[in-house]
């Protein structure tokens, strides 16, 4: 079982990015998925979930409106749409399985002019 994180680079403030998870190794279509993220000396923390079906999506209130969390279960794969990006979104960022407790080894992010 694995899930590996990709998309993740040096952006300006008010930029983009597109972060993807690939997983593999377990049966992705059933189960709920989050990205969490790990600013600079913080305690790791979630930023968005979404369920199996990729109806029921939440969110972290510092996020909200700015990034979109998605999945396509052919193709088994979790993705993070970040925008408006901010300085103080500055993280490695991680897809996790809760179900397996797993984790990914996760994609830096840094915002800076």
């Known amino acids: 079982v694995q899930l590996v994180e990709s998309g993740g680079g040096l952006v300006l403030p008010g930029g983009s990015l597109s972060l993807s998870c690939a997983a593999s190794?377990?049966?992705?279509?059933?189960?709920?998925m989050r990205w969490y993220r790990q600013l600079p000396g913080k305690e790791r923390e979630l930023v968005a979930s979404?369920?199996?079906?990729?109806?029921?999506?939440n969110y972290a209130d510092s996020v909200k409106g700015r990034f979109t969390i998605s999945r396509d279960s052919v193709k088994n794969m979790l993705y993070l749409q970040v925008k408006s990006l901010k300085a103080e979104d500055t993280a490695v960022y991680y897809c996790n399985a809760p179900v397996y407790n797993l984790w990914g080894q996760g994609t830096q992010v840094t915002v800076s002019s």
């Open positions: 979404i369920n199996n079906l990729g109806n029921n999506k």
């Open positions: 190794g377990f049966t992705f279509m059933y189960f709920d």
